[in-house]
């Protein structure tokens, strides 16, 4: 009987946790906000655990992480070009994401899940391609916001 309620106990917790857990929509757009090729938001702050959902609101873009801006031990990702793909974030830190047919022309986005710090430094240092760079300069102002 008492394993029986540790163990009614024990999913209990469990559910309660992932109840916490939050979904965030960003959609790959021709056209945003800021211009074209656009990840909307393109920043965003999160809890481990979190999962962003990455919607082809347009043809001709996918997602994935980008070598050296994520935490060590995050598991990188790759989605499908024009299919809605989500993305759990586990590990605090910082993750850049882009469009990889539209990184040069600045189609990226900045994820911080919980304290940045573990990689911050680092992913600041990632060489960007054309105008990704100037995106992510501006997108790293608010990480401290």
């Given amino acids: 009987m008492m394993k029986l309620v540790l163990s009614v106990a024990a999913a209990t917790l469990i559910t309660a946790g992932a109840a916490h857990?939050?979904?965030?929509?960003?959609?790959?757009m021709n056209?945003?906000?800021?211009?074209?090729?656009?990840?909307?938001?393109s920043f965003l702050k999160i809890a481990p655990g979190d999962t962003v959902h990455f919607v082809a609101k347009d043809k001709g873009h996918d997602v994935e992480s980008i070598a050296g801006m994520m935490p060590d031990?995050?598991?990188?990702?790759?989605?499908?070009?024009?299919?809605?793909?989500?993305?759990?974030?586990?590990?605090?830190?910082?993750?850049?994401?882009?469009?990889n047919p539209h990184y040069g022309m600045g189609m990226v986005a900045l994820i911080v899940v919980g304290d940045p710090s573990s990689n911050l430094k680092a992913a600041k240092s990632v060489n960007q391609p054309g105008k990704a760079k100037k995106v992510f300069d501006e997108l790293f102002k608010q990480v401290g916001q």
Avoid: R, W
Avoid at 22 to 27: D, I, L
Avoid at 31 to 41: V, Y
């Fill in 31 to 41: 056209m945003g906000k800021h211009g074209m090729f656009q990840l909307e938001p």
């Fill in 21 to 28: 857990a939050a979904e965030v929509e960003v959609n790959m």
């Fill in 73 to 99: 031990g995050a598991q990188p990702f790759k989605g499908e070009m024009n299919k809605d793909v989500s993305v759990t974030f586990a590990k605090p830190g910082v993750y850049g994401v882009k469009c």
